[in-house]
């Protein structure tokens, strides 16, 4: 049933009128875009960990699908600077859902709580759209 919604969310991706600005942009700036998703959507996973258990699962779905899309467009030479952005953005999500979570400044938790979100739906809205 995974590989079905993964392949699923990988046509749709694709091939969606929607995903049209995704299809537009050239293969690097694409590549960047999915690794970059990736690398958010991990964190975002990770958090649901400690206080969303079964949203991790579904979040988890749709980071194994934008993996697939990076390694669609992904040349093996180009391994190492892909997973030097998904790092840099799973550290910098991370940070924000932190931030957002465990910060007695109630107004810089909310500004982080919205930033995280509309990261988190940028890259959702790539396989959702």
Sequence with gaps: MKTIAHRLALVVALSSASATSAQSIDIDEQLRTFATCAGRLSAVMEHQWMFDGPASEHTED??????????????AERRGEVLQWRISAKVAQAALLRRAS????????????????????????????
């Design 62 to 75: 749709l980071r194994d699908a934008v993996l697939e899309l990076v390694e669609a467009v992904m040349p």
């Design 102 to 129: 465990f910060n007695t400044d109630t107004r810089d938790a909310a500004w982080a709580r919205t930033q995280a979100g509309r990261f988190e739906q940028e890259c959702t809205g790539l396989l959702l759209s």
